[in-house]
C-alpha cells in the first residue's frame, strides 16, 4: 500500500449505530487529520494530530470521537450520528517540522462516503 | 480572519479550449502558503501546487500555469489545451497556523467539465 488509504470506502448507519472509520498513511508523516466534506461546503477541519497528540478540535460534536494510537494511524468513532453528518470523510497527513522551513503539503486518502439514515 | 473564495462553482469546456481557475483569498498574516488541489470522482485530494507568500514568480508545469498576484490577493490556475481527464474539482486552499501544525483553510471549489 502507498499513500493514504481509508477504509471503508462507503457506509451506511442508523443514527443508534456505532462505527469507526479508519485512515492509514504509509508515507512517514508525523501529522494526520480528519476532514468533512459536505455538499456545496468548503472542507472542513475536523481534527489535527500532530506526533500524536491532538493539536486541533474545531468544535466537533462529541459524536465524533477521533483516536491517533501511532503516527501512522488515525481512526475515527461514530456513535449516534445525526442524517446531517451524511458526508464525505477525508483523512489527510504531512509531515510537520517545527521552526523552519515549512513543509506542509497534504496528502489526502479517498475519503469514507458516510451516509447515515 | 483567513478566507479562500472561489467564484466559479461550475465550469464546461471542449476539450483543447484553455480555461482560467479563480482564486481569491485574505489573510491578515504576512507569511502565508496557498495551494491547488484537484478531487477527480475517486474522491482523494490531489496536491497540485504549494506557493508562499514571498515568491510571486509565475509557475508552469506541462498543460498548468498559476499566476500569483499578491496586489489582487489572487492566485488564479489556467489549464491550456485541456484534455476530458482535467475533468474534477479543483480546490484552492491557503494556510495558516496555529500551534506548529498547519491549518489549510479550502474554497468551495470549482467543479470543471471537459467535453470531448
Known amino acids: 500500500e502507498t499513500g493514504v488509504t481509508q477504509t471503508p470506502r462507503h457506509l451506511v448507519m442508523g443514527m443508534t449505530n456505532k462505527k469507526s472509520l479508519k485512515c492509514e498513511q504509509h508515507?512517514?508523516?508525523?501529522?494526520m487529520y480528519w476532514y468533512k466534506q459536505s455538499a456545496k461546503k468548503p472542507l472542513e477541519l475536523m481534527f489535527v494530530?500532530?506526533?500524536?497528540?491532538?493539536?486541533e478540535n474545531n468544535s466537533v460534536p462529541s459524536r465524533f470521537s477521533p483516536e491517533c494510537p501511532n503516527s501512522s494511524h488515525l481512526f475515527l468513532h461514530l456513535h449516534t450520528l445525526q442524517p446531517e453528518d451524511s458526508a464525505l470523510y477525508l483523512c489527510a497527513s504531512s509531515q510537520e517540522r517545527s521552526g523552519g522551513t515549512r513543509y506542509n503539503e497534504q496528502f489526502f486518502g479517498p475519503g469514507t462516503r458516510l451516509t447515515v439514515l | 480572519a483567513q478566507k479562500v473564495t472561489q467564484a466559479q462553482t461550475e465550469i464546461s469546456v471542449v476539450e483543447k479550449e484553455d480555461v482560467t481557475l479563480d482564486c481569491v483569498y485574505e489573510?491578515?498574516?504576512?507569511?502565508?502558503?496557498l495551494f491547488w488541489y484537484k478531487q477527480p470522482p475517486s474522491g482523494e485530494l490531489v496536491f497540485l501546487i504549494r506557493r508562499n507568500s514571498f515568491d510571486e514568480q509565475n509557475e508552469i508545469s506541462g498543460r498548468y500555469s498559476w499566476n500569483f498576484q499578491k496586489s489582487t490577493s489572487s492566485f488564479n490556475f489556467t489549464i491550456t489545451a485541456s484534455q476530458v481527464v482535467d475533468s474534477a474539482v479543483y480546490f484552492c486552499a491557503l494556510s495558516e497556523r496555529p500551534y506548529n501544525t498547519d491549518k489549510l483553510i479550502f474554497g468551495t471549489g470549482t467543479r470543471l467539465q471537459v467535453f470531448p
Open positions: 489573510t491578515r498574516d504576512t507569511t502565508y502558503y
Open positions: 508515507l512517514g508523516h508525523n501529522a
Open positions: 494530530y500532530s506526533l500524536e497528540e491532538r493539536v
